[in-house]
């Protein structure tokens, strides 16, 4: 299955500002909103699960999921905001 490299990353913060990440794809995304997410699930969050998983199938393009992604990442309030280039 191909990892859906991203044009620019999403940095995010698990456990404080000591603990900031990159997440560069789709599988990173994914890997992140099942292994490491720091919050409770919210509406936000099964949205990027269902988009990483419609990319990673080939039924969306790997933008459609890094967006969702980056919007479960606000909802959390974990999301690092800027542009980093991928």
Same mark, same amino acid.
């Given at each position: 299955m191909d990892t859906k490299r991203w044009k620019s990353y999403v940095r995010v913060e @698990? %456990?404080?500002r000591d603990k900031r990440i990159n997440i /560069?794809?789709?599988? =990173? =995304?994914a890997e992140c909103l099942l292994r490491s997410w720091p919050t409770e699930w919210g509406p936000r969050h099964k949205q990027a699960r269902e988009a990483? $998983? *419609?990319?990673?199938? #080939? !039924?969306? /393009?790997p933008e459609f999921a890094r967006q969702a992604f980056v !919007? *479960? *990442?606000r909802e959390a %309030? $974990? @999301? &690092? &905001? #800027? &542009?980093? /280039? #991928?």
């Open positions: @698990l %456990g404080g /560069p794809s789709t599988r =990173a =995304a990483c $998983i *419609a990319d990673l199938k #080939g !039924e969306q /393009p !919007e *479960a *990442a %309030g $974990i @999301l &690092v &905001v #800027g &542009v980093f /280039p #991928g």
